[in-house]
């Protein structure tokens, strides 16, 4: 079983920076992808970031170059850079992975971005 806990959400202006973080506990961490996904009220949860196990990656066209996922596999840790942040990524940004056919989140960090 895989466990996953976000931290580092908060409230910031347009144009500023917010790292979040997830640890994941459990021996599967340096053999699964990674992801970060938000939702934001009304939209469905949509996927922002991925991570392979050998540190390829993948973004939403809406946070290219802006946004930077990463991982730490000897601390089952991935992160989530964000500058340049915007008032439309206003979310609830969810950890996620899928080990043995199930999926696995976290409770979820609110990023808010004023204008």
């Known amino acids: 079983q895989v466990q996953l806990v976000e931290s580092g959400g908060g409230l910031v202006q347009a144009g500023g920076s917010l790292r979040l973080s997830c640890a994941a506990s459990?021996?599967?961490?340096?053999?699964?992808?990674m992801g970060w996904y938000r939702q934001a009220p009304g939209k469905q949860r949509e996927l922002v970031a991925s991570?392979?196990?050998?540190?390829?990656?993948d973004y939403a066209d809406s946070v290219k170059g802006r946004f930077t996922i990463s991982r730490d596999n000897a601390k089952n840790a991935v992160y989530l850079q964000m500058n340049s942040l915007k008032p439309e990524d206003t979310a609830a940004y969810y950890c996620n992975t899928v080990y043995l056919q199930q999926n696995y989140w976290g409770q979820g960090t609110q990023v808010t971005v004023s204008s």
């Open positions: 459990g021996s599967v961490f340096s053999r699964v992808v």
């Open positions: 991570i392979s196990k050998t540190g390829t990656t």
